[in-house]
């Protein structure tokens, strides 16, 4: 088994003007495949990425399915409780899947990862 790590931030908006967290996710599944062990941590405008009932544009990709997907091979997923807070999106608005983070973690999975990719 590999031992080696990787952190994902993502910190993009998911659907404006910009692929970010489309590649993060795809990357996040890549690396799972490889046998990385792969954290995610949604920040600012990132948070979208796991919100309930955000409806993805026309020919785009369902994010948080992709999010479910990656969780469901392993991939450790957290979000900016603050951040939700701060942007009034309440905690009740997130996919189940994925679960409050802090900033006390996010720093703990830096230290503790190889690679840290921020999207």
Do not use: H, Q
């Amino acid at each position: 088994m590999n031992d080696k790590s990787m952190l994902l931030i993502i910190s993009s908006d998911p659907y404006k003007e910009s692929d970010a967290a489309w590649n993060a996710l795809r990357l996040a599944k890549t690396a799972r495949e490889n046998d990385v062990k792969v954290k995610v941590f949604l920040i600012n405008e990132g948070v979208d990425t796991g919100r309930k009932g955000i409806k993805s544009p026309e020919n785009s990709f369902d994010l948080s399915e992709m999010l479910k997907e990656v969780k469901s091979k392993g991939v450790e997923v957290k979000y900016c409780k603050t951040c939700v807070d701060r942007c009034g999106v309440g905690e009740g608005e997130m996919i189940d899947e994925i679960e409050p983070g802090s900033m006390p973690v996010l720093s703990e999975w830096i230290m503790a990862s190889d690679k840290v990719v921020t999207f």
